[in-house]
């Protein structure tokens, strides 16, 4: 499980992406790239980092389901991922 400032720090950089989004994105549009300098480099959605909803683990993450591998595969032999059960053949 990753850190909890972790997590806070990326909650507060998904923040400031949606609360700058229409102003960088106009900044973009004109060229004004001293404007885009002055920025807060958080609103940037490059610095923004995929991670499970639950653990905020970075790596192994399934976009699709938005948590990671181990708690995909947790939920899912819980059967509490609705359509999706264990292969065997």
Known sequence: MAKQSVKARQRKREHLVA????KRAALKEAGDYAGLDKLPRNSSPVRLRNRCQLTGRPRGYMRHFAVC???FRDMALDGK???VRKASW
Not at 19 to 22: I, K
């Open 81 to 83: 991922i609705p359509g």
């Open 19 to 22: 609360q700058y989004a229409a």
């Open 69 to 71: 591998r181990l708690v």
